[in-house]
């Protein structure tokens, strides 16, 4: 079906992302255009999963014939009639609303994790290659959502999205998938059919719950997981199916449905450990006029609960209020509230570039200091 | 960046903005193959399981023959939560509707909401202030 490998669709994605960067320069033709560098990768990605080793992977003989890179890691792969007497897998696909393009065995790959004397293909290269579309377009949308997030708060939010943990929620708690935690034995005693181990999340395991109050920490071994990690990267593979069986704009959208969908508060990610010395820096680099707390008005000085209401101004411009029940805590909510002004501008009707109404223009120049 | 730490997150579900996804995963439903309390239960798995199940491709039915008890459904929900109901000597129309009943469900229990609108976003309004009252409306002593 797919063939997944990691060079492959690494250099698919990265070709992805500098088409849409070169796209937006005129120079063509003669002119060498100079070479993009790729130091500086604002997309979320795990460098511990990234690699695949040489041996598992048979390369073609041109390098840049993408299609024909093979896994030679799994020799059995389950076909379409086998897929379809699986209940929990036919159910998932319906839950998920997937097109019928998406192949049923396919959802059962990204439901198998690598795992030790496993001959059956694994969701590894799916995991990478669902985790860069996940990166690009989460990023994409925070980009443009909130063009002027500090880099750090960024990668936060990214991860906020599309971290471990929250795509284990995703997984798990919404789309109700199951890890395979039964033993053979108890397979057995239940007189379930063979095949309805692969409806389930199967991973080597790196904490396993033997019975109740027993908790066993197994060896670490290359192939075991955490379950956040097993569940997210289940997850991951889901997405790269949906791009493989219905295209980019699907992918685009079942992201958009599912992923960005959920609820991140940027806001309360900040924490700013001297919001006055970062508003006067600010200000400068900005060439305002520097910062003036004004009192705007006050009740109860003298009482046991007096509330004060300060603005942070620059000039005759206010950039931010705050209240509080001393002049030092109103000052600095003041500065928070300027601070956070400034830096979650929304533009009113943000459009992503991946969409066909997006019109470059220049946003803001990034960040001035750090 | 100096000066500006950060507050880890991570995202939560909001089922039904975006995608909705059917909360309930699986039933299972127990009945007894000679007892009387699983008459209406037998009934239903003849006559009504096929073209029921046909109309929820998104949950997975499980039948099971549990001689001696009575007949049981359970369901399973995503965020891992189950609910029974015994049908014990129920006809076959009540069955129907239980099973309705569940597959309805979110899974948590039942309970009253005390405010009209549950909300995960802060309030717009922020904290009171008398001073952003219009003074016309302001309280006089």
């Not at chain 1, 379809?84 to 439901?111: D, Q, Y």
């Not at chain 2, 209406?40 to 008890?69: M, W």
């Not at chain 2, 189950?82 to 229990?109: A, F, M, T």
């Amino acid at each position: 079906m797919y063939q997944w490998s990691s060079k492959a669709l690494g250099r698919k994605s990265f070709c992805l992302l500098s088409r849409r960067l070169i796209s937006l320069s005129s120079v063509q033709g003669k002119v060498q255009s100079p070479k993009i560098k790729t130091e500086h990768r604002l997309s979320y990605e795990k460098a511990n999963n990234t690699r695949v080793g040489d041996s598992a992977i048979q390369r073609p003989q041109s390098a840049t014939d993408f299609g024909n890179y093979k896994r030679e890691s799994f020799v059995l792969n389950l076909t379409e009639e086998d897929a379809l007497k699986i209940p929990s897998i036919l159910a998932l696909h319906a839950r998920l609303n997937l097109s019928p393009n998406f192949e049923k065995r396919t959802l059962v790959r990204a439901l198998t994790s690598r795992m030790e004397d496993n001959q059956y293909a694994d969701n590894q290269q799916m995991a990478i290659f669902g985790s860069n579309i996940l990166s690009y377009y989460v990023t994409e949308y925070l980009l443009s959502t909130y063009p002027r997030l500090p880099i750090a708060i960024l990668k936060a939010a990214t991860e906020a999205y599309i971290g471990d943990f929250s795509l284990h929620d995703v997984a798990k708690n919404q789309w109700g998938i199951e890890a395979d935690t039964s033993t053979n034995l108890e397979k057995y005693l239940l007189k379930e059919p063979k095949l309805f181990k692969f409806g389930k999340l199967r991973f080597d395991q790196l904490v396993t719950d033997v019975e109740d109050g027993i908790t066993r920490f197994n060896n670490a071994s290359k192939t075991s997981l955490a379950a956040s990690t097993a569940f997210a990267n289940s997850a991951r593979a889901i997405v790269a199916g949906v791009y493989a069986a219905d295209g980019e704009a699907s992918a685009k959208e079942f992201i958009d449905l599912h992923i960005l969908s959920r609820k991140v508060d940027i806001s309360s990610m900040f924490e700013f450990e001297e919001p006055g010395k970062l508003i006067t820096r600010l200000l400068r680099t900005k060439n305002m006029e520097l910062p003036t707390i004004r009192l705007i008005s006050e009740t109860g000085r003298q009482s046991s609960s007096p509330t004060f209401i300060v603005g942070c101004f620059s000039g005759d411009s206010l950039l931010g209020e705050g209240q509080g029940s001393s002049l030092k805590e109103a000052r600095i909510r003041s500065c928070v509230n300027a601070l956070k002004a400034f830096y979650l501008y929304r533009p009113l009707d943000p459009k992503r570039p991946s969409e066909s109404t997006f019109k470059p223009m220049f946003v803001d120049e990034g960040e001035s200091f750090y | 960046m100096a000066g500006i730490n950060i507050l880890q997150q991570v995202s939560r579900a909001r089922n039904g903005i975006g995608a909705f996804v059917h909360p309930c995963r699986r039933i299972v439903i127990t009945y007894c193959n000679f007892g009387g309390s699983s008459q209406g239960t037998r009934d239903f798995l003849r006559t009504r399981l096929k073209s029921f199940a046909e109309q929820y491709p998104h949950i997975h039915f499980n039948v099971l023959e549990k001689p001696g008890f009575h007949p049981v459904l359970r369901a399973e929900y995503t965020d891992g939560l189950d609910k029974q109901i015994c049908v014990r000597k129920w006809d076959v129309n009540v069955v129907e509707n239980k099973l309705k009943l569940l597959v309805n469900s979110s899974g948590r229990k039942l309970s009253k909401p005390k405010q009209l609108v549950k909300s995960l976003n802060k309030s717009v309004r922020g904290i009171w202030s008398p001073f952003h009252v219009d003074p016309s409306q302001r309280h006089k002593v």
